[in-house]
């Protein structure tokens, strides 16, 4: 598509806007769209707002690393709203971006849109996520209709109601279901049930031409697999139809503690190969990632005093962690069951702790954290989080160049490192979302924080780490991707890369959606 000079785009706009709010005979104050969407209804422009505080809150997210400001921000009060919205962009001979917006939970700027619009998702938020539970038409188990704008937490508290929960998890429930949809959504229940992303059965999507389009793997197919882990580029999902367990009540939480990451991985290989535990997880203890994090307080004063002798003694202590769910029919044999579970485990003697919960309180574990951050104002700092999947047959070499040769000896690392297996056949290789080809690979979420001027440190981290994986040639895949230049992009998506091409040739033909993103503005 040929590009408009700017400077053509700012006088169309104002002459847009001048028309607009003559005809609406209403203040400069007034919350209106940005000019060029004037030949929209009163109704609608009074959802969006381009003042100063709206446009600051859009051009930030959670990682404090970029800023784009949009023109303007819409609170969508329906879908129809952002059909017209993405129709009139479509149709316009200047189009503009447009990106959907949940938590603004990126890292990177993928959320914004400079000089675009970002749509507020969560404005379409309606009281009662869940309203019904009912058996899905396929006969493929029991499922709820939830919106994109809707918050994974409101999702398992109104899914509860029913007795039943989502299978399938992120470690932190305040983002919206389009949000994790669009990367795959992943914790320690993937290995198990596979991410986010395939456990749905249809969704709703507004595409980058406006049509409103009700998809699924047997209607609209390409649609739906280009979405799911799509990050934005093909649509913007409304609706997700998604599958549901019947809800345990409580669950077995243990966590042990190895020096050999060898032996570390092999007992956490061992474990997602068997039948049993419901979440397996794993992480690294340092100096300056402490046992207990924001992440979950799980180790008591006593037992971190212990820890700290051995990261003392051997530098990184890898902890294995694994949940068992158990409700009242199981109340007295689940200790048993556990203890079979982890028979034969090589963690190191006397390091093994345990911890009963409620399933509520286990999947919603990091929001005390972050309230207790957020008291202190410690949250609201930079986040150069980097997330990666490692191919298993490289996590040894991984380990020594990056947690031995990095981060340990350079020490600047503040916060929880994951590192946990996944298998490859819980993956759905139809869809958007990139994966290394292994039958079993790891993510490593490297979730740092720092204080404000001071993240360059991490990123500069960040860049060491990639490229020393370049450099070794370990082919890792970023997750939460962010690259400059269409090599790198090309490289992400793979085989994937034409037709995740064709793919937005038809379903976002003018590159609308999610220019955050910066996927094809790189090319």
């Known amino acids: 598509m040929a590009k408009t000079s700017p400077s053509l785009i700012v006088l169309f706009i104002i002459g847009r806007l001048m028309s607009f709010i003559r005809k609406l005979n209403c203040p400069w104050t007034s919350s209106l769209l940005p000019p060029e969407l004037g030949s929209l209804d009163v109704a609608i422009a009074k959802r969006a707002r381009f003042d100063g505080d709206a446009i600051e809150s859009a051009s930030r997210d959670f990682g404090k690393l970029f800023q784009a400001k949009p023109s303007a921000v819409l609170y969508p009060s329906s879908v129809n709203d952002i059909v017209s919205l993405v129709k009139l962009s479509y149709d316009s001979p200047f189009p503009f971006t447009i990106a959907a ?44 209709d939830v919106g994109g704008e809707e918050l994974w937490i409101d999702v398992l508290m109104g899914s509860l109601e029913h007795g039943f929960a989502p299978a399938s998890w992120t470690d932190y429930l305040y983002l919206t279901v389009g949000g994790t949809l669009s990367n795959a959504g992943i914790s320690g229940q993937s290995f198990l049930h596979g991410p986010q992303i395939t456990n749905v059965f249809e969704m709703d999507v507004v595409t980058g031409k406006g049509e409103f389009v009700t998809c699924s793997k047997h209607t609209n197919s390409n649609l739906f697999y280009a979405v799911l882990g799509g990050l934005g580029q093909f649509g913007i999902i409304t609706r997700a139809r998604i599958a549901l367990d019947k809800a345990p009540n409580r669950v077995k939480w243990v966590r042990m503690l190895y020096h050999d990451f060898l032996t570390f991985t092999r007992d956490q290989e061992h474990l997602i190969s068997i039948n049993g535990l419901d979440y397996v997880e794993g992480s690294l ?18 037992d971190q005093s212990k820890i700290a002798s051995l990261i003392t003694k051997h530098g990184i202590i890898y902890c294995l962690e694994v949940v068992k769910y158990y409700g009242d029919l199981t109340v007295n044999t689940v200790d048993e069951e556990v203890g079979r579970l982890i028979e034969g485990l090589s963690f190191l003697p006397g390091f093994i702790f345990k911890k009963d919960d409620s399933f509520v309180d286990f999947l919603n574990r990091v929001r005390s954290g972050e309230l207790k951050l957020q008291a202190k104002g410690l949250w609201d700092v930079p986040h150069p989080w980097l997330n990666l999947f490692v191919p298993k047959s490289r996590i040894m070499d991984f380990n020594e160049g990056v947690f031995v040769n990095i981060l340990h000896k350079q020490n600047i690392a503040s916060g929880p490192i994951l590192v946990y297996p996944m298998n490859r056949n819980k993956w759905d290789d139809r869809m958007s979302a990139a994966v290394p080809d292994e039958e079993i690979f790891y993510s490593v979420g490297l979730l740092l924080s720092s204080e404000e001027n001071d993240w360059k440190a991490l990123e500069n981290q960040n860049k060491e780490i990639l490229g020393f994986c370049a450099k070794a040639g370990i082919k890792v895949k970023q997750y939460l991707p962010h ?17 995740f091409q064709e793919r937005k040739i038809q379903f976002d033909p003018k590159m609308i959606l999610s220019p955050g993103q910066r996927i094809f503005s790189s090319v």
């Open 285 to 302: 203890i340092m100096d300056k990632s402490t046992p207990n994090n924001w992440r979950s307080s799980f180790f008591s004063p006593c």
């Open 483 to 499: 690259y400059r230049t269409k090599e790198d992009w090309m490289n992400h998506f793979g085989s994937k890369w034409e037709i």
């Open 101 to 144: 917006r949940g938590r603004g939970h990126s890292v990177r700027g993928q959320a914004m849109a400079q000089n675009g619009v970002v749509v507020e998702m969560t404005s379409l938020k309606k009281n009662g996520s869940v309203s019904r539970v009912f058996q899905n038409p396929n006969g493929l188990g029991f499922c709820a």
